[in-house]
């Protein structure tokens, strides 16, 4: 599905490093999602944006932050981050922020901390 | 909060039907969902359900829901080798939507 795209696929960065992920949906959605995927680990929800609004932030490190400029458009601005983080990031979109209509996702960025 | 659970693992032989089966404690009218995750892929959407309905069914895919248990499952006829991958349920709760942690099928052939 080409509706919500991710980049980069993979990301290898040491702590210190500053990196982006970049989201882009074409689906005329309203509300925009970040998820972190461990392995043997539930799906973790980060950050909710509903036209552009922050309306979760699920106690997610500073040195995560997320940024959304259009409704068509999410980042995740990395810094410092700990080998832990390692995990794929997916994000998705839906109509409206109320779980009443189906969340569509990117094929996630691979990150992994050195 | 709302738990959604799932078993693990499941495997069955190419050709089997194959049955995930989900359970959830909040019994809020809501929307239920299943999505497929292949290896190196995001979260796909394969069906969903609102909770006035029991079944739903499309092409090999069956949705049946046990509101009274907390019961849904998802059946796939005729699996096949493309068929493998990670199942997860989702359920609607208070406006969030809360994945259970996937059912990890393996086709035999």
Redesign the interface.
């Known amino acids: ?1 080409t509706g ?1 795209t ?1 980049t980069p696929r993979h990301l290898v960065m040491g702590m210190t490093n500053k990196k982006s992920l970049k989201c882009e949906q074409h689906l005329g959605h309203n509300a925009m999602y970040w998820y972190k995927q461990s392995a043997k680990k ?2 973790e ?1 980060m950050f909710v944006y509903s036209l552009e609004e922050r309306v ?1 932030n699920n106690s997610v490190p500073s040195r995560f932050s997320p940024e959304c400029p259009n409704s068509s458009h999410l980042f995740l601005h990395l810094h410092t981050l700990q080998p832990e983080d390692s995990a794929l990031y ?1 994000c ?1 979109s839906s109509q409206d ?4 209509q ?7 960025t ?1 990150l992994s901390i050195l | 909060g709302e738990d959604v659970e799932q078993s693990l693992f499941l495997s069955v032989r190419e050709g089997d039907s194959s049955v995930i089966n989900c359970t959830y404690t909040d019994s809020s009218s809501t929307y239920l969902y299943w999505y497929k995750q292949e290896p190196g892929a995001g979260l796909q959407l394969l069906t969903y359900i609102f909770s006035n309905m029991d079944m739903k069914q499309d092409q090999r895919l069956t949705v049946l829901l046990n509101k009274k248990d907390k019961h849904l499952s998802l059946r796939i006829a005729d699996t096949q080798t493309g068929d493998s991958a990670i199942y997860f349920c989702a359920k609607t709760s208070y406006d969030k939507v809360i994945f259970g942690p996937g059912t990890s099928l393996s086709v035999i052939p």
């Open positions: 599905e919500v991710q539930p799906l929800l979760e997916l998705a922020s109320h779980g009443n189906p969340q569509h996702f990117g094929d996630g691979r």
